[in-house]
């Protein structure tokens, strides 16, 4: 189900039957001269789209406007839109505290955007875990009262932790592609893994008649395949399957 779209009824069948809620976060950024600016955010996009009709799930507008940096190359005549992680970091503080006043509990936040340093963190994943776990603090606090987590009735707390049942487990935020699916299908830059990804996922946003050798990051992007890109697509939606059925 598209949030956007739903009824009040049906959210609160969604809110009743804990119904898993996925975000897709993403960037616009310069991706070489044959790929579009959203391709991002757009493979997420997609790809939760398929997991929406298979299963239930309560589908949030994609959120495009991460911190992509000007790393890759500069805005102007290019099309990068940079936000700050502190801008998002707020963002992300007010739309989380948002989405557990309405009652959910089962919130998935996915980012493909320089998630090759998912542990780690970059911009965009840190500034919304971090506004996720604050939000969590002050929403636990406020409906519980300070002292919560001593109180008797957390004492199976760290059990809980283990099975993922514990409060901190209502707002998760992961990689798109986990470390296994990274590992067989290395990310770059519109090179061979995220170009052939939009050819499976996103066709229309891929046009090889604009191709450039200019840049050194995108030159696997001739070795691009349909093929390729399906057998990626594949082992990404068992993952997202995985992680929403949990």
Sequence with gaps: ?????????????????????????????????????GV??????????????????????????????????????????QVPGNTLYLLARDLFRGMLRIGFRNIHVFIHHQSENFLAGMPTDLAFRMG???????????????????????????????AGSDPFSWIKVHPFMDAETQKKFPIDHASLQETSLMLAFCPEGVDMKRFSEKKWYTLGAKQASLEYGLAAKEMILANLRRVLKE
């Design 1 to 37: 189900m598209r949030y956007e779209k739903m009824f009040p009824d049906q959210l609160r069948s969604a809110l009743e039957k804990n119904t898993p809620v996925a975000l897709p976060v993403g960037v616009l950024e310069y991706h070489s001269e044959h790929s579009v600016m």
């Design 132 to 162: 996720a776990r604050e939000v969590l603090f002050e929403y636990l606090e406020k409906e519980r009262g300070e002292g919560w987590w001593g109180k008797e009735e957390m004492k199976d707390y760290y059990n809980m932790h283990e």
């Design 40 to 81: 991002d955010t757009i493979l997420v996009e997609r790809a939760l789209q398929v997991i929406e009709g298979e299963m239930d799930l309560v589908l949030f507008p994609s959120f495009h406007y991460g911190a992509a940096s000007y790393a890759v190359e500069p805005p102007e005549k290019n099309g990068t839109i």
